[in-house]
């Protein structure tokens, strides 16, 4: 019993810094599309809001995180979470 206990923990251990690292390299890959592209069409700042926590009338709490517009050369602003 306790083997297959071990096991299982082994097993969600590998599993968790496995989906870590998963998102880890997604999130560079993303960032360094979003350098590209913005360098591409020659991005620049042109808003910047910061995180806010939310507090409910019910004791929910959650958070809004803040974004930065970049306005590119197409005409379009993109808005990218800080």
């Not at 599993?15 to 620049?44: P, Y």
């Not at 808003?47 to 019910?58: D, K, L, M, P």
Request: hydrophobic content about 45%; overall charge negative.
């Amino acid at each position: 019993m306790a083997d297959k206990l071990v096991v299982a923990l082994v097993v969600l251990a590998l599993g968790v810094v496995g989906t870590i690292a998963l998102v880890v390299v997604i999130e560079a890959q993303e960032a360094e599309q979003w350098g590209k592209f913005s360098k591409a069409n020659h991005c620049h700042v042109v808003s910047v809001t910061s995180g806010s926590t939310i507090i409910a009338g019910n004791g929910q709490i959650g958070f809004v995180p803040g974004h930065t517009g970049w306005l590119c050369n197409d005409g379009v602003t993109y808005n990218r979470s800080n």
